[in-house]
Every structure is written in C-alpha cells, then in structure tokens.
C-alpha cells in the first residue's frame, strides 16, 4: 500500500541540529520531498532528492536517503527559531498518463525553544 | 517569487451557497494542476487532478458533482464548492508540477462555512 510515516513532534533547542525521520514504502517512488509548512500559509518546497541519490545538501539542510530501509530524514544545521513548523515528507509516484502523485506523511511539528 | 498563486486566501459562507476558489500558474503553462484538502492536525489529501483541456480526474471518495472543477487555460483552474456545508471547512490548496520534479503551492485557501 500507500504510506508515509513521520514522528508527530520534535523540539529542539535553538542552535542545535533538528533531524527529521520519515519511512516510505514504496521502492519505485522516483523523488522524495521535503515540505515547510508554516502556520495558517501553504507549503513551501524545502528540498528535493531523486531516488538514486543518498545524499543532498542544500545550505543548511541535509537529506539523507536509505533505498534499502525506505528511509528519509532531514538534517537541519543550527536551527533557529524561524524553523519552527511543520515539515511534510512525500513521496512522488508516476501514474498513468504520466500524471503524478504525492504521498503525504502527516507532517512532523518542530518547536524550537530559545 | 511565487509561481502559483491561490485566491482567495480565505472565505466564510453560508449553508447551501457555491465557493470558487482560482488557482493561478505564474511562471509557466500548466497542463496539469492538483487540488488538495487539508484538515486540522492532518496531511494533504488528494482530490483531484485537474488536466487542461478535458475533465479532472478524480481521487476516490471525491464527489465530483460537489467538487467541481474547470481547467480552462494553461494557466488557470478553478475549485467550486457547491452546496457548500459545515463539514466542508477546511483549508483547500493547489499544486502544480514544474518539469518533472518540483510540486509547487499555492498559498492555500481557509473556508468556512457557517
């Protein structure tokens, strides 16, 4: 089936690195998403990694990726209390019609204390 | 700057009367759009696809002739909530997809209907 798992919460002090889990299960998902959504706004595209990837690292993110494990996660260096949101992981599947589709996890609150 | 814009950002109707909502691709022509439905403390959830040109495709589940929806140019498509009730509040966003990787947002729009 369909499915995206991510820890609910997570709270970090700031300054410190926040490091966000997600596991997928299905291995033919081409990319994985990671998405900011802050309060009341819409989602904004964090970072992104094809599946033949382990790795990206973008300024202050870290997206690791384990095919084997169908696991994701996150790395956020240094984090600052404007990081406090929720981060959706996604997986993106093609379907036919070369339509596409995202699974959603169910997003992950990060609080960040001063 | 924002590649796809959402109006309006949020509305308040009464029982029984129809919201349209727009969803606007800024930077490029989109031949398809995807509408989502998000509620309190959960992930998005799929709706429908909505493809230029001919008849959105569905998401099980998704009343089509309560959820109507019009994909009549690249760079337009709009979300009508007919008969709009009570349990239909939530926060209604779209996507369209960039190349073959990028899933773009709109701001998202906040209905409630009283």
């Known amino acids: 089936g369909e499915d995206v798992e991510q820890s609910l919460f997570l709270s970090v002090r700031e300054g410190d690195s926040s490091v966000i889990n997600c596991t997928y299960t299905d291995s033919s998902s081409t990319y994985l998403y990671w998405y900011k959504q802050e309060p009341g706004a819409g989602l904004q595209l964090l970072t992104y990694i094809f599946s033949n990837m382990d790795m990206k690292q973008d300024q202050r993110l870290t997206v690791l990726l384990n095919k084997k494990d169908k696991h994701l996660s996150l790395r956020i260096a240094d984090t600052q209390t404007g990081d406090s949101a929720i981060y959706f992981c996604?997986?993106?599947?093609?379907?036919?019609?070369?339509?596409?589709?995202?699974?959603w996890g169910l997003g992950t609150s990060l609080a960040v204390n001063p | 700057g924002a590649v796809v814009s959402q109006h309006p950002s949020w509305v308040i109707c009464k029982s029984g009367t129809s919201v349209k909502i727009e969803c606007r691709s800024l930077d490029f022509q989109a031949t398809t759009m995807f509408w989502y439905r998000q509620f309190p403390k959960q992930s998005l959830m799929l709706m429908a696809t909505s493809n230029e040109g001919s008849k959105a495709t569905y998401e099980q589940g998704v009343e089509k002739d309560k959820f109507l929806i019009n994909h009549a140019s690249l760079t337009l498509s709009t979300l009508t909530v007919t008969s709009a009730h009570p349990e239909d509040s939530s926060f209604y966003i779209c996507?369209?997809?960039?190349?073959?990787?990028?899933?773009?947002f709109g701001q998202g729009t906040r209905l409630t209907v009283v």
């Open positions: 996507s369209v997809v960039k190349g073959d990787t990028e899933a773009f």
């Open positions: 996604a997986e993106g599947k093609r379907r036919a019609g070369n339509n596409r589709k995202l699974i």
